[in-house]
């Protein structure tokens, strides 16, 4: 199964997200967005593991999570993965909580790199995707988005008190996320 950890919005920020797609959506760029609620902060992705693996990461998970305090994030920017000679991927940044994303993230990687799942390579940059490029020869229209967009900020602060780990499933209509357990952090 496809699986993933993940740190989930509150309503205020999903909504503020939604306005953004909003508008992001009128352009002529060929964004194909992001359903608001499926919005979620990745901190690991697991392509392929069966029941046990699953079990031996919630057993880690648990482990590992109880070391972190709970904080905030605030999301403030807007970008191109990997850049805008071959965008693929738009996005929104975390500003505050910055930090403390990059420490759960790494110490997730490193308690879960003993099992044989795939380790990443990329250093992890925290941000939310809300949406996927379709056009690449419309360069000019999406570099003038991200222009008019680049000083994106939410005032709403969320919450980082649960981390989830999800189970992906691919559809004809886009992925379904199904929570499989939920982390407190204290």
Not at 11 to 29: H, K, V
Not at 73 to 90: A, D, K, Q, T, Y
Not at 145 to 169: D, G, H, M, R, Y
């Amino acid at each position: 199964m496809r699986a993933f950890v993940a740190i989930p919005l509150n309503q205020e920020a999903y909504t503020g997200i939604a306005l953004l797609q909003r508008r992001l959506g009128q352009s002529c760029a060929g964004i194909r967005l992001v359903k608001p609620s499926n919005i979620h902060l990745t901190l690991k992705f697991f392509k392929c593991i069966d029941d046990k693996q699953l079990l031996k990461i919630a057993s880690i998970l648990t482990d590992t999570l109880k070391s972190h305090k709970s904080f905030f994030i605030s999301l403030s920017e807007i970008g191109i993965f990997p850049n805008l000679n071959c965008p693929r991927v738009i996005w929104v940044g975390i500003k505050k909580g910055k930090k403390e994303c990059i420490c759960l993230q790494k110490d997730i990687e490193n308690s879960i790199g003993n099992l044989k799942t795939e380790k990443e390579n990329r250093a992890f940059s925290p941000h939310l995707t809300i949406g996927r490029i379709n056009l690449k020869n419309n360069r000019p229209a999406l570099i003038n988005l991200i222009e008019k967009e680049k000083n994106f900020s939410l005032k709403a602060k969320v919450p980082v008190n649960t981390i989830i780990l999800f189970q992906s499933i691919l559809t004809p209509k886009g992925p379904i996320y199904k929570s499989l357990e939920k982390f407190q952090l204290h």
